[in-house]
């Protein structure tokens, strides 16, 4: 059964810094690209980053530049989210999700698209508060 589970979320002050972690299982990770998205309370859902599947390729939303980093432990069948400088319009629900077969480099805007992604986590909640 093909599974991604998110862990690493919580509650931090603004400034501060928290990594996730989406655990693959069912199929082998660097099979497929993986994409992090947040849905806040009242959006819709928006495209964090991605990661390629060969690791080579990394993208990011204009607002998450510079302060996250997408990267991939294969070994562990892992993709992580390192997030610093958190700020309070970071507050949400993050999930990661498995690009479909069709997700493919170059990927141009694609990647930022949830209909190009085939399986999904359950979410991890971020709140970023004093």
């Known amino acids: 059964q093909v599974q991604l589970v998110e862990s690493g979320g919580g509650l931090v002050q603004p400034g501060g810094s928290l990594r996730l972690s989406c655990a693959a299982s069912g199929f082998t990770l660097d099979d497929r690209p993986i994409g992090w998205f947040r849905q806040a309370p009242g959006k819709e859902r928006e495209a964090v980053s991605c990661?390629?599947?060969?690791?080579?390729?990394?993208y990011y939303t204009d607002s998450v530049k510079g302060r996250f980093t997408i990267s991939r432990d294969n070994a562990k069948n892992t993709v992580y989210l390192q997030m610093n400088s958190l700020k309070p319009e970071d507050t949400a629900v993050y999930y990661c999700a498995r690009g479909s077969a069709y997700l493919r480099e170059p990927f141009g805007i694609s990647w930022s698209r949830p209909h190009r992604y085939d399986t999904w986590g359950q979410g991890t909640q971020v709140t970023v508060s004093s």
């Open positions: 990661i390629s599947s060969s690791g080579a390729g990394t």
